[in-house]
């Protein structure tokens, strides 16, 4: 077992042009810092991203947009992001939207060779366009295929050296789908510790989904909206 | 006197049973949660992957692993569970949730609802409303009755992109609770001083009027 | 959160002749040992019953077969038990095999709302007759459907009184997934203790899975086949 | 002279490279875990919710909650994981699992296999055999060259109700490493002693023989 990577530079290696891009993380709870910074230093173009948010101006996948990286989007909800709006608007991004559970359950699916499967969300809605229907317990149903990603990029809280990870709290969010998912799965993770040291039965993503793992250098982990009580 | 958010929040509230598990979207159903009964254990669900929202944090104790599906940071309670998206949607589209509370643009008579898309505006997504809306047991639309220009959100065909068909239950907005039957609206209460003409008035699906129509009990 | 129930029998009340309960378990391993016995004590027959094995004779669902009240069996592997044999040649039992993993699946989809979904195991053989059969990706796949039942039955390691579990070692299994599937599901544990206590980012089955929960009275936790090195 | 069971278990130990995920079924293969070479990190799945399988404990230290696919105690390496059955043909059927090993009655030309049933005989059922040898990358047969009547496994078309279909990459037996290819059967090894003859004797499908066909070196 020798997943163990240096830093995410060494981690992303062999993410090229025009690939398809899995990253875990919730608005900009849970998403690999690291790596998207060493993507936007790497200058490679044409991604498409798969990713439930497409981050801030100044954060997260905005970063990758912020220097035309990304030619797709793939994504439940894409607010929060100006510079988004302007390349969508005036097409230099294309942007494919997806019910929530149905992308969450579509990474799954990929991860879990399940190529294709019915669910009710949509159903009625744009989202069903082209899409097969088939009625199951008097309920209509739209036929889902399932995604996968040249390489999913997913943050964890504490991994081993055989790439078993644990999550932490609202952090984990699409990062245990999306790291089933990859052609080559790459962890960042906040303590990277060796194997034998998590327990056995409280391991989220098992180390086999996961080809490399590194120990995040430093995490802003930003806030996307404080909200407290007084 | 029209209700206010908290008004229609609080009498979302009354819906609430006992160990419910409820998912709260954002806007004013997240209100909702400010008034739960006092005694009365309801399991709130953010889909991002918690079973069992806790109050937001105090300041200095957020904490960015803890957020809402709204982005927010919050806390979780004693009993509380976190789990990972597929699972949350698992949750919601097998039918485990109770109770859904979410905002629309527009409700149709036949419980089509609107609320993720304004065609020639920005789309930034529908996040979870989709699978929400097609899979909960109970859902009720918490909106106002009318938009900004005094057009009705009940109506009688959806006019925007539709979020689900067939799947709002029941409708509380600043005016009136308002179910959807399947012969059309059917006005449940009235808000403190409105009157069932106002209400009337400014429904502009087929609104079914029965009898004596209660103020809501605030 | 009322979900405390004081034993076994108590648990499985509402359970009647002719319904369908999923139990949790492989061979012997994480079986719900004091619901099975109180259903034998219960006398409720003409069962069907969703479990990956059939327990043996005198042990596990062997206790049931014995009483006949199990009317069909739905399983992937039914082999270490004498009188179920007899019962299967005899005609008194039914028997549906089903490949392991689609079984599993099909619990999780059944919890998870997805009525369908497309898997590669079985094409070719007899489990595919009658079945929808679809290529993606140059393989062919066949629809399997989702399983629910009237009730779920789950051994678990630990619990709390939201019913939040969490399972130890092989002993998860099946229970993961039919924990999800049933109408009513009932879970046996270990040790049951207040909400609060278990690590929030450590629950196997979310409690709003599970709609009753005991401590197990006594557990004998029967090993199938002993083996040592020496 | 034909292998036992440990020959056949020792030879498919190197078909394992360091790093590989691997799930050995029951029977002879279980047997491969023994043969892993010194300094060779092989991780061995079992089906019911366990990556990384340790030896058979010892007296005493049995374990009800920690067994293997065929149900026997076992124990667990540092770095394991458990995790319930779902998840584990989610490992299976994504294609996850570097290699799998399992027994058979019959293997075709096609690659195509029997070993769950026998007609006439009670049958147990498929376990996740049919899972496996649809969904593994790279799945060894282990099983002998002949049935106890002396009828070959290797035939042309299976006569026994089929698990999987086109899947099996090679066969291991107590006589000869087979590959299957598009032409057929394709002699790769023959067990020491053992001649080319007598394997083609006890071949029932098209066997290629090229050139010199080594014995294993075991």
């Not at chain 1, 504490?158 to 990870?165: F, P, Q, R, S, V």
């Not at chain 1, 644990?166 to 960042?188: D, L």
């Amino acid at each position: 077992m020798n997943k163990v990577v240096n830093d995410a530079k060494e981690a992303i290696r062999g993410i090229a042009d025009n690939m398809t891009l899995m990253l875990g993380g919730f608005g900009l709870s849970g998403i690999p810092e690291n790596c998207i910074a060493a993507l936007v230093e790497s200058d490679v173009k044409g991604l498409t991203c798969i990713s439930n948010n497409a981050g801030v101006d100044e954060f997260g996948l905005g970063l990758l947009l912020k220097k035309h990286q990304i030619r797709k989007m793939i994504s439940s909800y894409v607010g929060e992001n100006a510079e988004f709006e302007r390349q969508l608007l005036s097409g230099e991004l294309e942007v494919e939207l997806i019910p929530q559970g149905t992308l969450a359950e579509r990474c799954r699916a990929g991860g879990a060779g399940i190529p294709a499967f019915f669910v009710p969300a949509g159903y009625g809605s744009e989202v069903a366009d082209g899409k097969e229907i088939r009625e199951f317990n008097g309920k209509m149903h739209l036929l889902e295929h399932a995604l996968t990603a040249d390489f999913a990029i997913v943050k964890a809280w504490k991994g081993d050296t055989h790439g078993n990870l644990i999550y932490r709290h609202t952090a984990n969010n699409f990062n245990q789908a999306m790291a089933t998912a990859g052609k080559i799965t790459i962890a960042e993770v906040e303590e990277l510790v060796p194997a034998g040291t998590l327990d056995p039965n409280q391991i989220h993503t098992p180390g086999i989904f996961v080809q490399r793992i590194f120990q995040a250098s430093s995490l802003e982990k930003r806030i996307e909206f404080v909200t407290t009580r007084s | 006197m029209p209700l206010d958010k908290n008004g229609i929040a609080k009498r979302i509230a009354q819906e609430l049973h006992n160990g419910y598990y409820v998912n709260l979207g954002i806007g004013i159903p997240t209100l909702v949660a400010n008034f739960i009964p006092e005694g009365m254990e309801v399991i709130l669900q953010s889909e991002n992957g918690l079973l069992g929202i806790g109050p937001f944090p105090l300041k200095g104790e957020e904490d960015p692993d803890l957020i809402n599906a709204g982005k927010q940071t919050i806390t979780y309670i004693k009993g509380a569970a976190f789990f990972d998206s597929s699972t949350s949607f698992a949750m919601i589209r097998g039918g485990h949730i109770d109770l859904t509370v979410l905002g629309a643009f527009e409700v149709s008579e036949q419980g089509d609802i609107s609320s993720w898309k304004i065609p020639g505006k920005m789309v930034k997504g529908m996040g979870g409303a989709m699978d929400l809306v097609a899979s909960a047991k109970n859902i009720i639309v918490a909106m106002t009755h009318t938009d900004p220009k005094g057009n009705s959100k009940l109506i009688k065909s959806c006019t925007l992109p539709l979020t689900g068909v067939g799947c709002v239950k029941r409708i509380v907005t600043d005016l009136a609770v308002v179910d959807v039957t399947n012969d059309g609206f059917k006005l449940i209460e009235r808000a403190p001083g409105v009157t069932v003409e106002e209400i009337a008035s400014k429904t502009a699906g087929k609104l079914i009027i029965e009898g004596e129509i209660p103020e809501m009990a605030l």
